[in-house]
């Protein structure tokens, strides 16, 4: 990802069902009133509020790290965050603000 900031789509929402965080796009044409829950993480939703329209990926790391307890080294925090942040982008459940 890019140092631009980042957005969610406004037609997903996240949801807490049953002790797990799920993504799911409101906006989406389900068929027999079935649809695709996207499950992530309490990291993921972390970092899912997070995205503001003003946090890049960097932002969003420096913010983790604060907020873990773990001492994650933070080469490894901005992989494995660019790596969701890349996942969330590729099924547009959030896009870069230009």
């Given at each position: 990802?890019?140092?631009?900031?980042?957005?969610?789509?406004d037609g997903v929402v996240?949801?807490p069902i049953h002790g797990?965080?799920?993504?799911?796009?409101?906006?989406?044409?389900?068929?027999?009133?079935?649809?695709?829950?996207?499950?992530?993480?309490?990291?993921?939703?972390?970092?899912?509020?997070?995205?503001?329209?003003?946090?890049?990926?960097?932002?969003?790391?420096?913010?983790?790290?604060?907020?873990?307890?773990?001492?994650?080294?933070?080469?490894?925090?901005?992989?494995?965050?660019?790596?969701?942040?890349?996942?969330?982008?590729?099924?547009?459940?959030?896009?870069?603000?230009?």
């Open positions: 990802m890019s140092p631009a900031s980042l957005i969610r789509n996240l949801r797990s965080f799920f993504l799911i796009d409101i906006a989406d044409n389900y068929s027999g009133d079935k649809c695709a829950l996207y499950e992530i993480n309490e990291i993921g939703a972390f970092l899912w509020r997070n995205i503001d329209g003003k946090n890049s990926l960097e932002d969003l790391v420096s913010l983790l790290q604060s907020a873990i307890e773990d001492d994650v080294p933070a080469s490894i925090l901005r992989q494995d965050t660019n790596e969701y942040l890349i996942d969330l982008k590729a099924h547009g459940f959030i896009s870069e603000v230009i």
